[in-house]
């Protein structure tokens, strides 16, 4: 059985840095390429970030130079260290999981909430 499980989300003040972490089971984890995603209220999901099997990441404009994202195979985790947090960073935050072996092979995890309020 496949899980992704996001962890690390809360209340931050603007300004602030949070870390969320992704722990994936199941899977062959170094075959996937791995992202988060976020959805606001009212909005449609966007992608945050990706990073791929040999580590080559990319970002949306909206996060680029606060947001990084990372992986650690050996621990079949990936993170997103977010700073500088901004009120519109307000979001419930996805875990992604796409294989590159596998066509249709992609799953979610079920969302940590982040909220950036004073």
């Known amino acids: 059985q496949v899980q992704l499980v996001e962890s690390g989300g809360g209340l931050v003040q603007p300004g602030g840095s949070l870390k969320l972490s992704c722990a994936a089971s199941?899977?062959?984890?170094?075959?996937?390429?791995m992202g988060w995603y976020r959805q606001a209220p009212g909005k449609q999901r966007e992608l945050v970030a990706v990073?791929?099997?040999?580590?080559?990441?990319n970002y949306a404009d909206s996060v680029k130079g606060r947001f990084t994202i990372s992986r650690d195979n050996a621990k079949n985790t990936v993170y997103l260290q977010m700073n500088s947090l901004k009120p519109e960073d307000t979001a419930v935050y996805y875990c992604h999981a796409v294989s590159t072996r596998v066509v249709g092979s992609v799953y979610w995890g079920q969302g940590t909430q982040v909220t950036v309020s004073s």
């Open positions: 199941g899977i062959i984890f170094s075959i996937y390429t």
């Open positions: 990073i791929g099997t040999v580590g080559f990441t």
